[in-house]
């Protein structure tokens, strides 16, 4: 497997998806083993290191993603806190192999990203921090391609609450 | 000269403020004479049932969440896997290792410690003084020849929290003995709660009465009822838990007050006339706050 | 030490929710302490989750998900009873694993 | 309505004494303002009401101080006792104002 590191999340991922991404490859071993392959998935730490969005879905996965209603992005209007900001995801697409989510307000856009493999549910919740006021990206890799929901939540910051 | 102007001016505009806010809540009756706390418990919860008449009764005790849907959620999102589950754990771990003499917490309260918490503070007749349980878990430990906590948080935080969580659902039970001693506590709490102070010139009342459900800068505010059954809470903007002694410090602090001692004589009195007037409402510590 | 990791997954029908909440600072680098200093960035890069030897969820975090981290998922195939490792290895090269029973 | 008066009159005079013009000053003239501010802020200490700001102004105070700075730190000790009146002011308001909050 020679290729790119920011290339290799993406292609770990159509690995993952079956038969179809390895005749691609024409790997059978790797198809044969693919809980190894994502253990030993490499941290993609070129994606967390860009700061916008855009170049870190594109570091992450090189392509762009297009806007899709049948992701579901379910983040508050108004986060409680920034710390600490629920988020998750589900989508009706088939095929999913992985989730991400970015924070556009964030230093670096890139949060988290999680890889769906057969078997598992295409619905990830987790917490993230902003930083401010910005749009959140969740985006769903499914069948080699990558969809996309956005929200804006606000984020104000800590005064005489609670 | 010219920087001195603003930081006078702040506490000038708070207090003309204050003289208007005056007006608007000197239609209240006159104050009676001698304390009658159950009257005030009456009133007071009648004040917030009436004042928000979609929140049921019990609910008061989850603050701002009862306040706010869009808040809600965020909360029982995070209930569902709750920020306070290793101060829980770590308390419950502490609560059970005995002191270097061999006793326990146990051996200091009613019933092994175990669903107390809604019988404090209560009023400690002989010492004729507030006890409170983060008072009575020092005392504790000093009984025992072992050094007391750090009020704030950590340790303590994390066996109040394992105290509350034992007393989930049960309802505040405060009493107050008739004893003009323990009467002058209560009133005493009952002043320092609605006396303003601090150059912002706020009151506890100001925003937990006043205020409720409102947002001041960021935060939906806390209605004053029930606002201890939570405690301690985890609370986002601490990244990590703090007990009703840290609650109260930074309350004082917002309002740029000088805050008193954890535990001084107006914080306890403070907690027992705060937890009389939520009686009946239940315990719901540990909490979650933003 | 009690573990850094709490799991709770339990299985219902054929599909298994999963939820776990882990002890880790999560901190982000670009936080001061009192005395004005960068607090180091130190956060949790991978989190893997196991059945039967076979991976169901791996997490790739950066320094933006929150201290404490907290995360849900489900997954088809598994049983009461059956074991679910989760481990986690962090940019300072710590780590900590579990085995939790499906509930 | 008195109590809307006093304040208002009490603001006034704030702003008067915030507004009054600086001079030259010197050490003497620093230490005779800081110890009125710290009598001020003593006293706000007996009715347990001090302010955070103040403590910082005086601080701040002190720091211009032993920077050598006396037209500064006189300066800002002077609006440090003013804080401090203000905050005593709001104690003694309080005494009996506080009933008026209260819910019956």
Known sequence: ?162 | MRFVLAPVLAPVLALISAALAAGVIAQAAPAPDKPDPAADAKAFRNYFVTKFPGVKLEDFVNGPYSMNEDMRKQWVEKEEFPPYDFALDAGKEMFAKPFKNGKTYADCFENGGIGVRQNFPYFDAQKGEVVTLELAINRCREANGEAPLSYVKDDMASLTAYMAYTSRGKPLDIKIPDDPRALAAYENGKRYFYTRRGQLNFSCASCHVLSPGQRLRAEILAPALGILNAMPIYRSEWAGMGTISRRFITCNSQTRAVPEEAQSEDYRDLEYYLSYVSNGLPVSGPGARP | MASTIRVRAIANGDTTEVQALIQHPMDSGFVKDAQGAVIPAHFIQQLTFEHNGKTVFTADWGPAVAKDPYVKFGFKGASKGDELKVSWVDNKGASDSITATIQ | MSATMRRLVFAASLLIAAAAPARAASEADFKTAYAAAEAAEKEAGSLRNQWITTETTLKAARKQADAGDFDAATATAKEAEALAKASIFQATSEKDRWKDAEIH
């Open chain 1, 1 to 162: 497997m020679s290729i790119s590191i920011e290339g290799f999340s993406a292609t770990r991922r159509l690995v993952l998806q079956g038969a179809g991404a390895v005749a691609l490859f024409g790997f059978g071993a790797l198809a044969a083993r693919p809980a190894l392959a994502a253990a030993n998935d490499p941290y993609p730490e070129a994606a967390f290191k860009q700061k916008a969005d855009r170049d870190a879905i594109q570091a992450l996965y090189g392509r762009t993603a297009d806007a899709s209603d049948k992701v579901k992005l379910d983040a508050p209007e108004i986060a409680e806190n920034g710390a600490v900001v629920p988020i998750s995801v589900t989508t009706t697409l088939e095929n999913v192999t992985s989730i991400s989510f970015f924070v556009s307000g964030n230093p670096n856009a890139l949060a988290a990203s999680y890889a769906i493999p057969e078997g598992t549910l295409p619905a990830v919740s987790n917490r993230l921090k902003m930083q401010q006021t910005s749009n959140v990206i969740a985006i769903v890799e499914a069948g080699g391609k990558l969809y996309s929901a956005t929200k804006e939540v606000k984020v104000t910051v800590g005064g005489c609450g609670g």
